[in-house]
T-cell receptor, first 109, second 114 residues
C-alpha cells in the first residue's frame, strides 16, 4: 500500500500562509491525493483532493509535484480556527483511505 | 455541512454490557465506514460497507460487529463491552468507491467502559 510521510508538527503565525508538505514516493498512477483535517474533539473534515493538476477551493490550495511523489497543502492566511491535525492520504480505487499520524498545526496569534 | 449523525455522542458504561452505536446519513451514500481513534492517535478503519447487506472488516481487528440493512443506517455493536474498548468511534460515508469521492465524517461517539 502506498504510504505518506508528513512532519509531526508545524507552527504558523496568524494571517500568514502555511505550506504543509507530504511525501508519497510510492504513489500509483490511479491514487488520488486527499487532505483532511481534524479539529479538537471533532471528526475529520475534507479539505481538498487532486490527481495530477493543482487544485484550489475556498479552504485551501493543493500543489502536486510533476512526478506526483509529493504534494503541498497551502492555507493562504492561517487563522486560529485552522489549528488542527492535517492528514495527507492516498485514496485507492475503492476509496479506502489509511490515515497516518498527520501534521499538528499550531497557529500563534 | 455533512448530513451524517452519530448517537450517542458520549457513553459511559460498565463492563459486560451490550451497546450499539448508531450512525445515520441522509445523503444516500452507498459506502460507509467505522473508524476507531484513541486520544491523540491515528484513525484505524475497523469496518466498512459497500451498500445494503455488505459488511467488511477493516485493517484493525475489532470485537465489534456491524450491520447494513438500510442504506442510511450503519450501526456498530459490542456484545460485551470491556475497558479495552474505551475509545472514540467515528462513522463516515462516501458517494462512491473511486478515489475521487470525499468521505464525510460524523461527530464521533466517545465511549468509556468502566
Amino acid at each position: 500500500d502506498a504510504k505518506t510521510t508528513q512532519p509531526n508538527s508545524m507552527e504558523s503565525n496568524e494571517e500568514e500562509p502555511v505550506h504543509l508538505p507530504c511525501n508519497h514516493s510510492t504513489i500509483s498512477g490511479t491514487d488520488y491525493i486527499h487532505w483532511y483535517r481534524q479539529l479538537p474533539s471533532q471528526g475529520p473534515e475534507y479539505v481538498i483532493h487532486g490527481l495530477t493538476s493543482n487544485v484550489n477551493n475556498r479552504m485551501a490550495s493543493l500543489a502536486i509535484a510533476e512526478d506526483r511523489k509529493s504534494s503541498t497543502l497551502i492555507l493562504h492566511r492561517a487563522t486560529l480556527r485552522d489549528a488542527a491535525v492535517y492528514y495527507c492520504i492516498l485514496a485507492y480505487n475503492n476509496n479506502d483511505m489509511r490515515f497516518g499520524a498527520g501534521t499538528r498545526l499550531t497557529v500563534k496569534p | 455541512e455533512a448530513d451524517i449523525y452519530q448517537t450517542p455522542r458520549y457513553l459511559v458504561i460498565g463492563t459486560g454490557k451490550k451497546i450499539t452505536l448508531e450512525c445515520s446519513q441522509t445523503m444516500g451514500h452507498d459506502k460507509m465506514y467505522w473508524y476507531q481513534q484513541d486520544p491523540g492517535m491515528e484513525l484505524h478503519l475497523i469496518h466498512y460497507s459497500y451498500g445494503v447487506n455488505s459488511t467488511e472488516k477493516g485493517d484493525l481487528s475489532s470485537e465489534s460487529t456491524v450491520s447494513r440493512i438500510r442504506t442510511e443506517h450503519f450501526p456498530l455493536t459490542l456484545e460485551s463491552a470491556r475497558p479495552s474498548h474505551t475509545s472514540q468511534y467515528l462513522c463516515a460515508s462516501s458517494a462512491g468507491t473511486s478515489g475521487t469521492h470525499e468521505q464525510f465524517f460524523g461527530p464521533g461517539t466517545r465511549l468509556t467502559v468502566l
